[in-house]
């Protein structure tokens, strides 16, 4: 069976300092993965998604940048926290598709990294 | 682009009340999905819904996709305290379904 892994759980980071966000899936190959934040109470918002190794797309410009090194590792970084940098970082994975007819495949989310940043 | 609204963004009930939570899109969606976050905890899975009209039950959960596959909504009976948390649904963002665009949620609180 399929498992994504994150770590940290939690995180407090001082204004400036660098970021690195690990996730890792185990059990599937060629996945896709993809990086959301979500604000307290808030919703889910899309950072980065990516279909292949080295192939990362941005949805919002940011301070923030991700890497896909190898197939089933997906790393979120910062140089320069900023204190809207605070959230719920959440790691997700889904069956690449190719080709497909619109019909969005099931995302499985990791257990998530709270940042917090002082 | 493409936008999921959701509605209510928070309901409190008192436990045995019945809850629902509707879904509206911008544009016809090729299916949606519905996932479930507890306090704390990160979005699950529940459900996909691909048919018009489409309507599926989880023993007390009851989903239901529009006729004009624009909407959709999440109806709980007899709500209990195990189904406090975050309700989202969520349809796809490309045409190629490797994208996700969710709703901001339905916030559902149950007094005991």
């Known amino acids: 069976s399929q498992t994504i892994h994150q770590w940290p759980a939690t995180l407090v980071q001082p204004v400036g300092s660098p970021l690195s966000l690990e996730c890792t899936v185990e059990?599937?190959?060629?996945?896709?993965l993809y990086w959301y934040r979500q604000a307290a109470g808030r919703g889910l918002q899309l950072l980065f998604y990516?279909?292949?190794?080295?192939?990362i797309s941005s949805e919002v410009p940011q301070n923030l940048s991700a890497s896909r090194p190898q197939d089933r590792q997906f790393i979120l970084s910062s140089k320069k926290l900023l204190l809207s940098d605070s959230g719920f970082y959440l790691c997700?994975?889904?069956?690449?598709?190719?080709?497909?007819?619109?019909?969005?495949?099931?995302?499985?989310f990791g257990p998530g990294t709270r940042l917090t940043v002082l | 682009g493409q936008q999921v609204m959701q509605i209510p963004q928070y309901q409190h009930v008192q436990e045995g009340e019945d809850f629902t939570t509707y879904c509206n899109s911008s544009?016809?969606?090729?299916?949606i999905q519905w996932y479930k976050q507890r306090p704390g905890g990160h979005p699950v899975f529940l459900i996909q819904?691909?048919?018009?009209?489409e309507v599926k039950k989880q023993k007390r959960l009851t989903f239901q996709f529009g006729e004009a596959k624009k909407n959709s909504s999440l109806h709980i009976t007899a709500t209990q305290t195990t189904d406090v948390g975050t309700y989202f649904c969520a349809g796809p963002r490309d045409n190629a379904g490797n994208m996700l665009t969710f709703g901001g949620g339905t916030r559902l609180m149950v007094k005991p």
């Open positions: 819904l691909v048919k018009s009209g």
């Open positions: 059990g599937t190959s060629n996945p896709n």
């Open positions: 544009t016809t969606l090729s299916n």
């Open positions: 990516s279909v292949g190794i080295g192939q």
């Open positions: 997700a994975w889904s069956v690449a598709r190719v080709g497909g007819r619109g019909v969005a495949d099931t995302q499985y």
